[in-house]
């Protein structure tokens, strides 16, 4: 074979393998969660009472995964689809619209909100000067994740894209942007804490001060990473409480096993 023809074999191999590579990426959450899962999982975020309703659709969720193409595709298909019902538990929480005695049960009302009720402050760290606040911008909590303070805000929009400190309602407008800042929390690993990926994943090995503050491998370490200094260390509190609730009800629509230490009663929040 001629040396050119070689080369050009090589490049369409080269594009065929970015192609199919692409292609698994894409069509991994759409099996994993299938819309019509995703409809049953959310049963009522549309539900004309919630704020978000018709703002978290399935297809931006889907969209934003494939910035994260490493979600929901290491390890296992147990270990995936854990992550999968997870994460969704965590983001259901935080933007929940549920009562106890809810038409289907509390856990049937993640997505209900997109943006904080009656924020206490405007969520700017004036002492951080790497992610500097901007006047008459607040930084209260916004998306899935509930995406709050400049340091947070700041990070994400570098990373995905778009100006997190000055334009920060972007993630209360645009579902996509506002499903990747979710992602991009539970994927970016911002020490001292571990990522809620490596946690869920089996990739988080415990630090001397991890040991020390009790902190073990499991949902309840995902629940310390995104609240932990409100919600950790505490006994019996309600809001670790409804993020188990949540993520039973997934694992069971997953049909995986929760894995242990799913509170965080026991360990201390990070500083």
């Not at 979710?182 to 089996?202: N, R, Y």
Request: glycine letters at 8%; a neutral charge.
């Amino acid at each position: 074979m001629a040396p050119h023809s070689s080369l050009l074999l090589c490049f369409f191999l080269s594009v065929s393998s970015i192609l199919s590579s692409g292609q698994t990426e894409a069509t991994t959450i759409n099996s994993l969660v299938p819309k019509s899962l995703y409809d049953s999982i959310f049963i009522h975020k549309d539900n004309t009472a919630c704020p978000a309703n018709g703002f978290y659709t399935y297809e931006s969720f889907v969209e934003a995964t494939r910035r994260f193409p490493k979600f929901a595709s290491v390890g296992s298909p147990e270990a995936r689809r854990r992550e999968v019902a997870a994460f969704l538990a965590q983001i259901s929480h935080e933007t929940t619209g549920g009562w106890p005695t809810a038409p289907d049960g509390p856990y049937a009302w993640g997505l209900c909100f997109k943006e904080e009720v009656s924020p206490q402050s405007n969520y700017c760290d004036s002492s951080n000067k790497d992610w500097p606040c901007f006047s008459n911008k607040t930084y209260q909590g916004r998306g899935p994740i509930q995406l709050s303070w400049n340091y947070n805000y700041g990070p994400a929009g570098r990373a995905l894209g778009f100006d997190g400190l000055k334009n920060p309602e972007i993630v209360a407008t645009n579902s996509v942007i506002a499903f990747q800042t979710a992602l991009w929390f539970w994927m970016t690993e911002q020490s001292p804490k571990p990522s809620c990926h490596d946690v869920m994943i089996g990739k988080y090995r415990p630090t001397m001060a991890d040991l020390m503050a009790n902190r073990t491998a499991g949902f309840g370490l995902t629940t310390n990473i995104i609240n932990g200094g409100l919600e950790c260390g505490i006994p019996g509190d309600g809001r670790v409480n409804n993020r188990i609730g949540f993520f039973q009800r997934y694992a069971g629509l997953f049909k995986v096993a929760t894995g242990p230490n799913l509170d965080c009663e026991k360990q201390r929040p990070y500083a």
